[in-house]
Nanobody
Framework: VQLQASGGGLAQAGGSLRLSCAAS?????????IAWYRQAPGKQREFVAK????????AYADSVQGRFSASIDYTEKTGYLQMNNLKPEDTAVYCC??????????????WGQGTQVTVSS
């Protein structure tokens, strides 16, 4: 499975961006969950959001609760992070981390390449 992240860029405070994490490489795949993490310059990587196909409700970091929304489009084999009401402190490199099942490899945790999000005040 290969992942392609996209959607990052520059936004003004109060604006919106939608990050995508598209999977390819297997005809049959089941997304069990997608998690998103971010790392700002000089800071440790932090959890942002997690959306699961079954089981617990979506989880969000307190700092993004009510502004960010994670989802999965199973037909498109793509995970999303919708980011609204962006703040300068959301500036970071964002990475997707889905768990995907394929017949050949079973359920595997993957990491996408990072995509830069920069929010100006």
């Amino acid at each position: 499975v290969q992942l392609q992240a996209s959607g990052g860029g520059l936004a003004q405070a109060g604006g919106s961006l939608r990050l995508s994490c598209a999977a390819s490489g297997s005809t049959f795949m089941v997304w069990n969950h997608i998690a998103w993490y971010r790392q700002a310059p000089g800071k440790q990587r932090e959890f942002v959001a997690k959306f699961s196909r079954v089981g617990p409700a979506p989880a969000y970091a307190d700092s993004v609760q009510g502004r960010f929304s994670a989802s999965i489009d199973y037909t498109e084999k793509t995970g999303y992070l919708q980011m609204n009401n962006l703040k300068p402190e959301d500036t970071a490199v964002y990475c997707c981390a889905p768990n995907i099942y394929t017949r050949t490899q079973g359920s595997v945790d993957y990491w996408g390449q990072g995509t830069q999000v920069t929010v100006s005040s």
